[in-house]
């Protein structure tokens, strides 16, 4: 069974993971990764979700979109709709929260958001197989001539 953390673990490991801050909420450890013409195509968001009986949890939850887009562009999608797409926070609210309090039977409910940090998926690197065969090395004593060997 795996190891439930506590809010304030939760919180811990995000602070040990990310170092920064910034005052709308992302997460960055470098001033290179502030970088606002690097673009994502995906980002983490936490938020900070609650219900009468079992308390205060953690939600992660992934955004991806097929257009790359930066800090400054993820930003305001959290508020305003862009491009005729609904704001990341009506997302959350008003489709992906529902669903969850359908299927578990709970009565979850949006408190705040923790932040968020862009990262894009690691692309596949071409790997160039040997055109030998895979064959394993045979030592000095392992000869058919070698009678000792099974």
Known sequence: ?????SIKRHFKKLRRKYSKVTPYRYFYNRKTDLNLRKKF???VVWF???DVERGHSIFTFNYRRKILSNISEWRKRFTKTVEGYEPLMTVFTQSVLP??????????QFKTLIGWTGFDLPKAKHSHTSSKRNKSVKGKHDT???PNRR
């Open 41 to 43: 195509s995906e980002i």
């Open 1 to 5: 069974m795996p190891r439930v953390l």
């Open 48 to 50: 900070l979700i609650h």
């Open 144 to 146: 058919k001539s070698n």
């Open 99 to 108: 669903a969850i309090n359908n299927k578990t039977g709970s009565n979850w």
